[in-house]
């Protein structure tokens, strides 16, 4: 069992910039995909940042040139560096770790708040 840790969340204005991470209580270097993902109210759960290990990072549309995800195997963190944030970014945002053969973790999810 892995426990994912998210921090970084709050309040902040349009324009503005906030960094999460994702702190793995085990080793994420085998994990096969690593994530954010949020959900706004009365909304589905969306991806909004992927690494597929070996691969390049895979953006949602709707955040690309704003946010970048990263991962730090040696720390077992998860990064997402959110710039220039917009009201509709406000949601509660999810770190995923996914190693396959049914090993697939979820953060406890943190809120993310951009006024306007």
């Known amino acids: 069992q892995v426990q994912l840790v998210e921090s970084g969340g709050g309040l902040v204005q349009a324009g503005g910039s906030l960094r999460l991470s994702c702190a793995a209580s085990g080793s994420i270097f085998s994990a096969s995909v690593v994530g954010w993902y949020r959900q706004a109210p009365g909304k589905q759960r969306d991806m909004v940042a992927v690494i597929i290990r070996g691969g390049s990072p895979n953006y949602a549309d709707s955040v690309k040139g704003r946010f970048t995800i990263s991962r730090d195997n040696a720390k077992s963190t998860v990064y997402l560096q959110m710039n220039s944030l917009k009201p509709e970014d406000t949601a509660v945002y999810y770190c995923?770790?996914?190693?396959?053969?049914?090993?697939?973790?979820w953060g406890q999810g943190t809120q993310i708040t951009v006024s306007s």
């Open positions: 995923n770790v996914f190693y396959g053969r049914g090993r697939d973790y």
